[in-house]
């Protein structure tokens, strides 16, 4: 079994920057691909990136390409979302999970474990 917990979130004004960060218990964090996920009020959860095993390859959703940088550490059980140039649309429970899906999948029903999430607000 294995536990996610994230933190870094917190209230933001529209351009700001955030750094999420996800730590993972055990000592398998390494065989998983990992992904960022959000919920934002009224609307289902939501891809917002991903990364494979050895963190070479990565995904994002169109709508955070380019301000958003997905990156992991897997001597330090660490995964992390730089969040930059952010919006007010971009206001939502994140969410990190761990998938045994190979490569970089944005399904969240291919991923098996998950945090419990750290809001993320972001002022206009």
């Known amino acids: 079994q294995v536990q996610l917990v994230e933190s870094g979130g917190g209230l933001v004004q529209a351009g700001g920057s955030l750094r999420l960060s996800c730590a993972a218990s055990g000592r398998t964090f390494s065989t998983y691909t990992m992904g960022w996920f959000r919920k934002a009020p009224g609307k289902e959860r939501e891809f917002v990136a991903t990364?494979?095993?050895?963190?070479?390859?990565?995904l994002y959703a169109d709508s955070v390409k380019g301000r958003f940088t997905i990156s992991r550490d897997n001597v330090k059980n660490m995964a992390y979302l730089q969040m930059n140039s952010l919006k007010p649309e971009d206001t939502a429970v994140y969410y990190c999970?761990?998938?045994?899906?190979?490569?970089?999948?944005?399904?969240?029903?291919?991923?098996?474990?998950w945090g419990q999430g750290t809001q993320v607000t972001v002022s206009s």
């Open positions: 990364i494979s095993r050895s963190g070479i390859s990565t």
């Open positions: 999970a761990l998938s045994r899906v190979l490569g970089t999948p944005s399904n969240e029903h291919e991923y098996d474990f």
